[in-house]
């Protein structure tokens, strides 16, 4: 059934575990999604970000993301992933999204700050959630970026200009009322190039300040533990996607290199073979993510 942000974060919150959010590109990533959510009984989120228009509009899958999410044995949020302004945010919205993202992280404190509480207001109204994102994620060339910042760590002087900064994301959220931050504190989108250096502990130095659900972006390519202490941390949603893509890609290779020159091809059991792999993938994922810390 189509669910909130909110009940999804409360829950979350109380029995301190983290929700998956996967990204709904197709709809072969969006079916392995359900079908994984259905599999083991959990709740999960489902996002759709500008970028992802090259392989189909918002306008084109939100029916077919509602549709689905309407009709799922288990609760489905529908989130609006980077939301580029305000505009997209809206469309997303009368669209039937329930949760929006506006990402403004690149412009200047200022911007994000008037741009967020501006959504915020318009969201809250009609019961639609608000996601932020304060600080900079980057995002690897490699895999589907997801329009956020495509700067590196060398434009910046020092990490703390990079990272979340605990006493600006509490002025942040009292002055924009968001109900959900991504933050920063070494992840980032795509395929990690070398292992990420990760403040896991930063995540717990914020939510002394504040204590609203926090967003992990860039959520493929941890370890087992370091997800354990994210969560353990405050981290109550998990942006992934990277290695779900992966592993539907290297199955669809796999058993296409195993067809013998002269053999019938149907394209039709190409997106079966990967929407398999990515479910089996993704069951993984949301059994890491609510086991909790
Ligand atoms: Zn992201």
Do not use: W
Request: proline residues 2%.
């Amino acid at each position: 059934m189509l669910a909130s942000l909110n009940e999804l974060m409360k829950d979350a919150c109380e029995k301190n575990y983290a929700v998956g959010a996967f990204n709904a590109t197709n709809l072969e990533s969006l079916t392995a999604a359900i079908q994984a959510a259905e599999e083991t009984g959990k709740a999960i989120i489902l996002n759709h970000a500008d970028v992802h228009s090259k392989f189909i509009t918002l306008e084109e899958i939100a029916p077919i993301m509602i549709n689905k999410a309407d009709k799922a044995k288990v609760p489905v949020c529908l989130n609006l992933d980077h939301g580029a302004s305000i505009e997209v945010c809206m469309k997303a919205i009368r669209l039937g999204f329930t949760s929006v993202m506006l990402d403004a992280s690149g412009a200047s404190y200022e911007e994000n700050l008037r741009e967020t509480e501006l959504i915020c207001r318009l969201a809250h109204s009609v019961g639609v959630t608000v996601e932020a994102e304060l600080g900079h994620i980057f995002s690897s060339d490699i895999g589907v970026g997801n329009g956020a910042v495509q700067e590196t760590l060398e434009n910046f002087e020092s990490a703390e200009d990079v990272y979340t900064d605990p006493s600006v994301a509490k002025d942040f959220v009292e002055k924009t009322g968001v109900d959900v931050l991504a933050i920063a504190f070494g992840t980032a989108h795509g395929v990690y190039q070398k292992k990420p250096k990760l403040d896991l502990d930063r995540i717990r130095l914020i939510r002394e300040s504040i204590d609203i659900p926090f967003v992990m972006h860039g959520g493929s390519g941890l370890t087992d533990e370091e997800y354990r202490i994210a969560i353990n941390n405050g981290i109550r949603k998990i942006n992934y996607y990277t290695y779900m893509a992966l592993a539907g890609g290297k199955a669809v290779k796999e058993e296409l290199d195993k067809i013998k020159a002269g053999e019938n091809v149907f394209f039709h059991d190409i997106p079966l073979i990967g929407i398999k792999a990515m479910k089996e993938d993704i069951v993984r994922a949301i059994r890491l993510f609510s086991r909790g810390a």
